[in-house]
Nanobody
């Protein structure tokens, strides 16, 4: 079965960089027709799509976050990453990695932006 696992620091200071890694098991992230996304949910709010990366390595971003967002991948480690900088307290959220179309989601990881 496909498994996604988010990892990274749970606390980030304002103006610094949020960095998260998604490790995918039992499915290559280069598999054709798969699209790998980062999604977040601030407390008390709905899901917000951050961006994603295709099986071929092309990236796409939410226009409201594009200037601060970078998604990349390491095909050898079968991982894709999220960097968001600079962050503010409004970036506090549970962050998920997912292949939404195929129904694969990580469990989510809490990231708090605070000094």
């Amino acid at each position: 079965q496909v498994h996604l696992q988010e990892s990274g620091p749970g606390l980030v200071k304002p103006s610094q960089t949020l960095s998260l890694t998604c490790t995918v098991s039992n499915r290559s992230i280069t598999t054709n027709a798969y699209y790998w996304s980062w999604i977040r949910q601030p407390p008390g709010k709905g899901l917000e799509w951050i961006g994603g990366i295709t099986s071929g390595g092309s990236t796409y971003y939410n226009p409201s976050l594009k200037s601060r967002t970078s998604i990349s991948r390491d095909t050898f480690k079968n991982q894709f990453t999220l960097q968001l900088t600079p962050v503010t307290p409004e970036d506090t959220a549970v962050y998920y990695c997912a292949s939404v179309g195929w129904g694969y989601w990580g469990q989510g990881t809490q990231v708090t932006v605070s000094s």
